[in-house]
């Protein structure tokens, strides 16, 4: 397999005091901009897609193929793992298994927890035999992800208790626990749940993910990986830039047509875009390794 099982990346990530970034794709301007920034800054990158997006680009198949071509064109050699982002059944886990995905997220968050672990176990089993790795989702994370609502006051918060018995029952890899984030953008700041971050990351052992990336304050960010997180998703503040780069060019010139004269400054924003948020995250220039946590913190949180 030529992409990377996610939890190697991060169980890496979380030795040494950073996190991964999960950028989601949305077309092959996406794919460049994505892999062309974590080659020139040396950091590991998870390339994430939605079902949806899956369907809207031409199915499982061709997603791994264009990301697999365009690091052999690029001569990509940092840690590139491609990962199904909120999958909703066994199925299209499967199906991505299939296609040569190295990661998949089961999201059963709206079932209740019995069921939600039967669920996350089947795909854990399966895809354990391909050293594919799994994420879980407990609590539900809010707001707006591909155009579907998800409002819920009930169950907001994932109970650090429950997470412990689905990560032990379930074998999932990867935990992300709703502790305050949300899809899209905040009304107001956000309310992440820190203590609950850190007792999850302790009693679970397991990464944890921090979904609804977007508009998180830079302190937020870093105290979320002090507190536990190794992989931080990020897609509609990318999809916000690249739009409004295109809306610029266009704006600019009324009659130009060339497609990929507004295409290429958008791309150039979108690198740009994925940078920062590397950056921000500290996984810059770790391909080439910075021991920082010791092993020896591995499995307690930092504040
Ligand atoms: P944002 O769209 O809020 O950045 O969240 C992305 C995400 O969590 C993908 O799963």
């Known amino acids: 397999m030529r992409f990377v099982p996610m939890k190697e990346m991060l ?3 979380w030795v040494n005091g950073y996190a991964v970034g999960q950028f989601n794709l949305n077309g092959l301007e996406f794919a460049q901009a994505f892999l062309q920034a974590a080659q020139e800054e ?5 390339i994430g897609v939605t079902e949806k997006a899956v369907h809207c680009m031409g199915g499982y198949r061709l997603i791994a193929t264009m990301v697999e071509s365009l690091m052999e ?11 199904l982002d909120h999958s909703t059944s066994f199925e299209s886990c499967m199906h991505a298994l299939k296609a040569g995905f190295s990661s998949v997220m089961i999201d059963g968050s709206h ?4 069921q939600n672990t039967a669920l996350t176990k089947k795909v854990v089993d399966a895809a354990s035999i391909l050293g594919v790795s799994v994420e879980g989702e ?3 994370i809010t707001g ?6 998800v409002d819920t006051a009930e169950g907001k918060f994932a109970i650090p208790d429950e997470c412990q018995r689905y990560v032990e029952e379930s074998g999932v890899d990867c935990l992300a626990p709703a502790l305050g984030s949300v899809h899209g953008f905040y009304q107001g700041k956000p309310d992440l ?11 679970t052992g397991v990464p944890l993910a921090l979904h609804g990336g977007t508009g998180i304050p830079d302190e937020d960010i870093q105290r979320a990986i002090a507190s536990g997180i190794s992989k931080i ?9 690249f739009t409004a780069a295109i809306r610029k060019a266009l704006e600019e010139k009324p009659d130009l047509y060339l497609v990929r004269q507004y295409l290429e400054p958008a791309i150039e924003v979108l690198k740009k875009n994925v940078k920062e948020k590397m950056r921000l995250f500290d996984s810059v220039g770790q391909v080439k390794g910075k021991e920082k946590r010791g092993k020896k913190a591995v499995g307690s949180c930092r504040r």
């Open 11 to 13: 169980d890496t990530a």
């Open 42 to 46: 040396s950091s590991p990158i998870i």
């Open 73 to 83: 064109e690029y001569e990509i050699t940092v840690p590139v793992a491609l990962h």
């Open 111 to 114: 079932l209740p927890l019995k």
């Open 138 to 140: 407990l609590g539900r």
């Open 144 to 149: 707006e992800e591909d155009g579907t609502v």
């Open 193 to 203: 749940q820190f203590g609950r971050m850190v007792e999850v990351r302790e009693r």
């Open 233 to 241: 998703n990020v897609n509609t503040e990318n999809q916000v830039a």
